[in-house]
């Protein structure tokens, strides 16, 4: 092993039932350096971390820490914590209605000769790791007492002085906000200065330029590379994330869609948010218009669509559909003011698994004309037979448990459930996810002829090359923020510049 | 070959399990009786008999089963429908028909009262007060499990505890008698018909109607199934769960006159003890999923009357009535564990093996 390596993973590969979770990754950790793992959800980040700290049991590959001869092996995040490997997650696992002092020595109290609880020797103890840390803190009061920053300090106080060599930050600053960021930077510099090696998990990309020296990243379950900090601009670090190269990318020409800047307002939004998902927006849709909403994952793409749908109800701001002011607190509101909105996460808020193919495809309509204006049985099966052609799902027959169907052909039911509802605003949350090629351009067609036919509809995507294929324009969505829109110029190395922010690739 | 796919068909039929464990229990009977030497279908004879007052009534094991079924049949539509739609199940509906029947024997006897021959109120008042004090407990239930997230079992066992003291304090911890006739008339005839039968039918067409005309099937159960992707497909999902409950309560309402009618009292120690297990039950034996989802009304109402015929049958083979839980649990637990999936998968296995075997030979 190098010198100045703490922790080095090789070939580590894990597979969850059908999937590939990560496959022959590398992972090197060196003394004194703050390295952030990254990736878009799914990536594989949390499960590479879970592999090092013994929640996941890989299925090949070695783990090697520096001082220990021999692969390591972490059956437990006991184990891992014995190697010198601890974890701080988003959310502290600590008591809250302990003491500051208690929290740190929870599990190893120092003892007295009669083995009691030695009280007075571990809050000095405690105080002294606090003010060696710089973390100022009266450790005889309870940890609730005190912000989620300082208890997320405490939790790694206690990780650092349990001999920590390796020390994971797992989403740490989610819920904290730039002072109590900015103070646990520091503590993390100050631990790096002492020499320990921290992973650092985060999908807020500012951060990862502020306090980072290295960065690996991880795409699909593989590794993509590991770059020093000045060797990645943010531009290039988004294409990593996305698997685009910047520079194979031939442009794309966009079919001639027509201008529809003149139409009238289908959707107009201003101030819209949703507290703690979405921060405040402003948008409009004309008529006939297809507008992207451009971003990484978790980066507020599907909330700005849930809170003008009232998936999630918007907690400020007016919202106008067709030009007169609507208010808007659930879905059904939306509905009936000519919305629908296919969700990004088809198993959990897409297919009703256990209805057949025809009860799914009816259920938004049936929803939209109340509960005692049943469709007859005929008419039901009538409309399904209808769109069941028209979009081409593949199915033995109506009467199939939908869950019975392939990926795309779901897709394609919750598509088919939308347009028999005849709406005049459709959200589209990655309609094309997981779904082969052939219906991937069958569903971009669509969404091209149903502009055409007048219908708005908002379309939300993790391939920026679909979108730029259909839409008018873009918004630009970055860390729960819609950050500009893009209406000309419309292209690929635009869009992932516009995305990443902040400096512009040279 | 073609008569093995009628086999097939009817084995692939959801009722066929339910059906099977009827049928299972009414072969004890008739094995029984011709053990005995009696006429092998005496469990299935009907016969008219005089009343001690005039009146002529059908008489036999079958209507015996129908009528004591009654209740929970009546309760296991409500169950049914609460288990599709939230995955739960209301255990208060035991002490609600208790609270209701002692609410509307109060209404019909005045507080306080013990027994009484003459109604104070009208009849209609008193019945339709006991439904009503159904209904409102339904709403209870469906208010906290709906619109405060709590667990059904606990939200319902606020009510499964407090209901039945709630109906002592509204009988002074009395038992009320009615000895009235016109109360009496929902436990008792009508024509040669028991009431509680004709009651049970009208509830169950009525729900059956409903289920069938409207698209509340289709939402309870798509709600059951997938709460959040029904509600972004405009389904109100919180008000079809508090819609459910409130239906359970009125049903456990209706049983509850029901049971006080056939007792012409409001005794509520007794009234509904234990019914709210045999109403879940029911659900289970209909081949129901306790899971939520998708439901089969038909099963559940089998189910009941499977309950009711296998306390018959024991009672029929001289098995008493302290001794007879010990046997009704047996029975149970076979029928519960040959539609258990891991035997459904094996005996799947082998009838795949055997149709193997028979192609091979």
């Known amino acids: 092993m190098e010198d100045n390596v703490v922790l080095t993973a090789r070939g580590i590969t894990m597979t969850f039932p059908g999937v590939k979770a990560l496959e022959n990754v590398d992972f090197t950790l060196r003394k004194g350096e703050i390295h952030a793992l990254m990736g878009e959800n799914g990536a594989g980040k949390s499960t590479l971390i879970k592999c090092l700290t013994g929640i996941n049991d890989f299925e090949a590959g070695e783990i090697h820490v520096d001082g220990i001869s021999g692969p390591v092996r972490n059956h437990s995040t006991k184990d891992a914590q014995e190697v010198g490997i601890s974890t701080v997650y988003q959310e502290v696992n600590l008591c809250p209605n302990l003491s500051v002092a208690e929290n740190l020595f929870i599990g190893r109290e120092p003892m007295t000769k009669f083995h009691t609880v030695d009280r007075r020797s571990y809050n000095k103890r405690s105080q002294k790791i606090m003010d060696e840390l710089g973390i100022s803190v009266d450790v005889t009061q309870n940890l609730e007492n005190y912000s989620l920053a300082i208890q997320q300090m405490v939790a790694i106080a206690r990780a650092v002085d349990m001999d920590c060599k390796v020390l994971i930050l797992d989403e740490p600053t989610s819920s904290l906000d730039d002072e109590e960021v900015e103070k646990l930077f520091s503590l993390m510099r100050n631990l790096r200065d002492k020499g320990v090696g921290i992973i650092f998990v985060t999908h807020f990309l500012e951060q990862v330029y502020a306090v980072c020296d290295r960065i690996t990243v991880l795409r699909d379950g593989q590794l993509v590379g590991e770059y020093p900090i000045a060797e990645l601009p943010r531009v290039k670090l988004v294409a990593a994330m996305m698997g685009k190269n910047l520079d194979d990318l031939a442009e794309i020409h966009k079919e001639s869609i027509e201008d529809v800047s003149k139409n009238p307002l289908e959707i107009s939004a201003k101030g819209i948010s949703h507290t703690g998902t979405i921060k405040p927006f402003d948008l409009d849709i004309h008529k006939g218009e297809v507008v992207g909403v451009a971003g990484l994952l978790g980066s507020g793409r599907s909330e700005l669509a849930r809170a003008i749908y009232g998936a999630d109800k918007a907690s400020t701001g007016t919202l106008s559909v067709d030009g007169k002011e609507v208010k808007i607190n659930q879905p059904i509101d939306a509905m009936n003011l000519g919305m629908g909105m296919l969700p990004d996460d088809r198993k959990a808020e897409g297919i009703i698994a256990d209805l057949s193919v025809r009860e799914n495809i009816i259920l938004a309509l049936q929803a939209k004309r109340g509960m005692f204006k049943q469709l007859s049985r005929a008419r039901q099966e009538e409309i399904a037979a209808r769109y069941i052609d028209l979009v081409q799902i593949k199915t033995a027959d109506q009467e199939t448990l939908v869950k019975q169907l392939s990926g795309g052909n779901q897709q394609k039911v919750i598509l088919a459930r939308w347009l028999a509802t005849d709406p005049d605003f459709l959200i589209l949350d990655e309609p094309t996810r997981g779904i082969d090629v052939g219906t991937k351009s069958e569903i971009q067609k669509m969404i091209v002829k149903l502009a055409g036919e007048g219908k708005s509809i908002l379309f939300i995507s993790s391939e920026i090359a679909e979108m730029l294929r259909t839409c008018n324009r873009m918004a630009i969505m970055r860390d729960g923020e819609k950050v500009g829109e893009l209406d000309h110029d419309l292209t690929q190395e635009n869009v992932m510049k516009a995305i990443a922010g902040g400096e512009q690739a040279q | ?361």
């Open chain 2, 1 to 361: 070959m073609n008569k093995q796919s009628t086999w097939q068909k009817i084995k692939g039929w959801s009722l066929f399990l339910p059906v099977m464990s009827l049928l299972l229990v009414m072969a004890v009977n008739i094995i029984h009786d011709i053990y005995i030497g009696a006429n092998p279908l005496s469990f299935f004879m009907i016969t008219l008999r005089q009343t001690t007052g005039n009146g002529t009534i059908l008489y036999g094991r079958i209507i015996d089963i129908l009528n004591r079924g009654s209740e929970v049949a009546i309760l296991s539509i409500g169950m049914t429908l609460v288990v599709s739609s939230s995955a739960g199940t209301d255990i208060s509906v035991g002490s609600v028909m208790s609270l209701c029947a002692s609410f509307c024997c109060m209404l019909l006897a005045g507080y306080g009262v013990s027994s009484t021959t003459t109604l104070a109120r009208p009849l209609l008042v008193g019945i339709l007060g006991g439904i009503a004090i159904g209904v409102l407990c339904g709403m209870f239930n469906g208010t906290l499990v709906a619109y405060f997230g709590i667990q059904p079992m606990v939200a319902t066992l606020i009510l499964y505890s407090a209901a039945r003291a709630i109906g002592l304090l509204l009988c002074n911890d009395l038992i009320v008698y009615i000895r009235n006739d016109s109360f009496g008339f929902f436990g008792g005839f009508l024509g040669l018909i028991p009431t509680p039968v004709v009651i049970a039918a009208i509830c169950i067409l009525v729900v059956a109607l409903l289920l069938k005309k409207t698209a509340l099937g289709m939402y309870i159960q798509s709600v059951g199934i997938n709460a959040k992707a029904s509600r972004i497909a405009g389904l109100n999902s919180k008000r079809i769960i508090f819609l459910t409950y409130m239906l359970c309560g009125l049903f456990a309402g209706i049983a509850g006159i029901v049971a006080s009618s056939r007792i012409t009292s409001a005794d509520s120690n007794n009234i509904g003890l234990y019914f709210e297990m045999d109403a879940i039950l029911a659900v289970a034996l209909g081949g129901n999923s306790l899971g939520g989802g998708k439901f089969n009304l038909a099963g559940s109402i089998i189910g009941a009357y499977t309950i009711q015929a296998i306390t018959t049958t024991l009672y029929a083979l001289g098995v008493s009535s302290t001794q007879a839980p010990v046997f009704k649990a047996i029975i149970v637990i076979l029928i519960v564990a040959i539609q258990a999936p891991p035997l459904k998968a094996y005996f799947k296995k082998r009838s795949a093996a055997k149709q193997v075997k028979g192609a091979a030979s």
